[in-house]
């Protein structure tokens, strides 16, 4: 998808945040000179959406966003941003319209004095509940803008209900961060917004997302994007009023490398040097959210090594080794205490490990034993980081649930057949 376009998707998300208030409320800063994690409420989603419209030439205009064909629409927030002529013009909260119905938005960073009379200020409101989206081709006409300098735009996050069972987080930050090269700090810089999730064994689709008011299309700048601290990408001249006048909602994908544990983002007022408007002067930027799209793990659960390999390579096994697989199931792992149950229930004596029930060790049963063998491998299957379709809880239930310590459907044949079909039938990737 062009990044020039007015939709800007964020695919497969389980939203980390967004949202706020139609009502009269509290004020709070979610950030000023910086953006911070929304004070809110958060709702959950397959996929988010965001799309704007510039209005520096305007009070009105019309913003157009396409909803995918049988998704339904679970939250809509507004954001948007301008400069008023005094720090008292537009106060704690600040009101619009959309398609005509009555909007108050919560200052969530800001009123921050630039230069001269201009004071920038970033608002947000839940405009769910108003029911103004649904599947197909949207547009909204936005209007009520009225900062006594310049009304910088309105952008939309929406997030969505498609129906997959994808498996992805989105983490979210917003506030109101300006930035000019030429002033005088904190004005001169944006902070840098920095994401952390845990690491995981092979590398992971991702998605940046920003919003930001202010930065004219013929006026230089730069995004800055890391991996573990360690830049790994500038953008050079990618914004400038991709929605319109003064307004931008721009994506970058990346891939995070396995073992990454964060991202960081920040757009800059600087020259590109070499991008296409180098030289053309520094844009000044008013920074409305920031955010990160990770998939978590693969969603289909197709990946699985056998009680073999895992029998013969116990030096795999957590335990602090450099090489080490999983991270808190170890070979030595007391079988019956992990399930917290008597020998008699589990065939095990109460000092064999994970490793003795690999080795068909414990009980004369064979049912039994082949149960207590492919549950040991289940269980560092699904420590190991690798897309495995059961938890160590699940697993543990599983089991309880099989040798009736626990009520439910399942049998030692039941369980020691899911088991085999995860633990032999699938992708090993770690060997």
Known sequence: MSTTNRLHRFSKAALAAIASTVAAAPS???GTEGLGIPSIAISEGTDLILAGVGLVN?????????????????QVIAYWEGLAVTASEHGDTDHITIEGLPVEGLRIGGATHIIHNNYTSTYRA??????LLAAGENSLFIDGFDFGKLNDGLGLAIIIDDGSEDTTSIELRDGNDYAYEDFAAPLDDTDLQTFS???????????????????????SSVIEIYIDGVMSDELLDVIGDLDGAEWDTYTHALTVPAGATSVSIRPVSRDSVF???????????????????????????DEGCSPWLWALNGHRWGGGHGNSMTKDI???????????????????????????????????????RALNRHTAAALANADSGMDYPFTVDEIISMYRDAVHADPGPETLKSVTYKFAIA?????????
Not at 289 to 297: G, M, N, R
Request: charged fraction near 20%; hydrophobic fraction near 40%.
């Open 28 to 30: 709070w800063a979610d």
């Open 58 to 74: 305007d009070q009105a205009g019309l913003l157009d966003v396409s909803i995918p064909a049988g998704a339904s629409v679970v």
């Open 126 to 131: 839940d405009i769910t509940s108003l029911g």
């Open 197 to 219: 999730f845990d690491s995981h064994t092979e590398d992971r689709d991702a998605e940046l997302g920003i919003m930001l008011g202010h930065v004219s299309y013929f006026r």
């Open 275 to 301: 991008g296409s408007k180098a030289g053309a002067g520094v844009a000044s930027v008013t920074w409305v959210t920031a955010s990160l799209e990770l998939t978590t793990e693969d969603s289909n659960g």
């Open 330 to 368: 170890h070979s030595w792992t007391r079988f019956n205490s992990l399930m917290g149950l008597p020998r008699w229930r589990t065939g095990m004596r109460d000092h064999h490990d994970l490793m003795d029930a690999l080795w068909f060790r414990g009980g004369r049963y064979w049912w039994r």
């Open 423 to 431: 633990n032999y039938w699938n992708n090993c990737t770690l060997f």
